[in-house]
């Protein structure tokens, strides 16, 4: 019999969003009448149409791959210079990063766990408490932690506190770890870090020979001007970051599927022998030996992102997310609740009334008022005590919400 992974055992029952799915299932089972009042502000999957200009690049692609002359096959697995040179154009030129230090993927949750298997066993890793689960959850796959305790953490990791005292951006760590995982824009708590608190990290992580794993896959929604948009941003990062970026929010590509990680050519490893190792060299390699690249069509439409009328529609979405968000914030304030993020981010992020805990706010949100929001437990022991609502949703279902949160909460 074929042996299999253990360190799969170690995992919790259940990723959090399957969890929530079947809950939900279960309760409209139950409720057959419900169901047709159900609104989901749970997982943040984006609900309005595709850009006109991500429409008709697809499309024009798709025309070409049905012509012999304009056919194409297997692409470059590192992505296609178009589109790796208008994001490096678009998004990185005050920093300096080149096209070819962009890598073109499917999605930065796959990058986010993939990122893995370019680091060996051994490396103390640091997690911020709440966390997006997949930072913890492939980190258990790959054998980098112990079991996990009675509160759901796992030994092994590094966990940084993210509370209300800090404004959910955990302080520097006292001892030596060598990845860090941070999320800005935050996910979930819709926090963002202050310029001063990445230079922070970064001056740490030079300090330490840590590397930092920056997940910006929120930085569309930045509306403060002085809130970073990049680890890159910041002196030094090239030499000790690696960023994770997505189309999936800011152009509607959660089922088109497209993203980008960046590695800089400056970024080193270290090798069991103690030399020194590119990064960037390895990454590349991974990708080309693991993935065939992002299909051509997709990719096209990535790059009518960047296009004057892409630009346009994809702002009109982010002012349309983000109006949402601001209307949540208010409705929860006006029943008295404590209200975070939904400012530079699509998240709100509400603490539960006295006596309640994030599963059962769930619940309570669920049978009482027909909405579907995700339980702060879900993200980690730091998460107990608050919920996530997600503004990704139409305005006439916001507005519907608010009405409900009002009448079922206040």
Not at 159 to 184: G, H, M, Q, R, W
Request: aromatic share 10%; proline share 4%.
């Amino acid at each position: 019999m074929a042996r299999i992974n253990d360190n799969f055992l170690k995992l919790k029952a259940g990723y959090l969003f399957p969890e929530i799915a079947r809950r939900v299932n279960a309760y409209t089972e139950a409720n057959a009448e419900a169901a047709g009042r159900l609104i989901r502000c749970g997982i943040g999957d984006v609900t309005e149409a595709l850009p006109q200009a991500v429409q008709k690049a697809m499309h024009d692609a798709v025309d070409e791959l049905g012509e012999r002359g304009t056919f194409r096959g297997y692409g470059p697995e590192q992505g296609y210079d178009f589109l790796r040179e208008a994001i490096a154009e678009n998004q990185f030129a005050s920093v300096g990063i080149s096209a070819d230090e962009v890598f073109i993927s499917d999605g930065s949750k796959c990058d986010t766990g993939n990122i893995l298997d370019i680091f060996g066993p051994g490396n103390k890793i640091a997690i911020t408490d709440p966390v997006y689960p997949v930072y913890v959850d492939t980190n258990v796959m790959a054998g980098n932690t112990g079991e996990a305790d009675a509160n759901g953490a796992y030994g092994g990791l590094v966990y940084l506190p993210c509370t209300s005292e800090n404004d959910f951006v955990p302080a520097i760590p006292e001892e030596k770890v060598d990845l860090i995982y941070l999320c800005y824009p935050n996910n979930p708590t819709g926090a963002t870090a202050t310029r001063a608190q990445l230079e922070a990290w970064v001056d740490y992580a030079k300090e330490n020979d840590a590397i930092i794993l920056y997940d910006a896959a929120y930085e569309a929604f930045v509306q403060e001007s002085d809130v970073p948009k990049s680890i890159f941003e910041i002196d030094g990062a090239k030499s000790c970051a690696i960023e994770f970026r997505s189309f999936s929010k800011n152009g509607g590509f959660t089922g088109v599927r497209c993203a980008y990680t960046v590695i800089p050519k400056d970024l080193m490893g270290k090798a069991e022998d103690g030399s020194e190792v590119s990064l960037h060299q390895l990454w590349s390699r991974r990708h080309s030996t693991k993935f065939n690249g992002a299909s051509y069509p997709v990719q096209r439409g990535a790059a009518a992102v960047f296009s004057p009328e892409g630009k346009a529609e994809v702002a009109a979405l982010v002012e349309h997310y983000m109006g949402n968000a601001k209307l949540l914030r208010e409705a929860c304030e006006k029943i008295g609740l404590t209200v975070f993020g939904g400012v530079n981010a699509p998240y709100v992020w509400v603490g539960c009334p006295e006596g309640v805990d994030s599963w059962g706010m769930f619940d309570r949100m669920l049978e009482q008022a027909q909405v579907v929001i995700t339980p702060g437990a879900g993200f980690g022991a730091a998460g107990e005590g608050y919920f996530r609502i997600s503004a990704f949703n139409s305005r006439e279902n916001v507005e519907e919400v608010c009405r409900r949160i009002a009448e079922n909460l206040g």
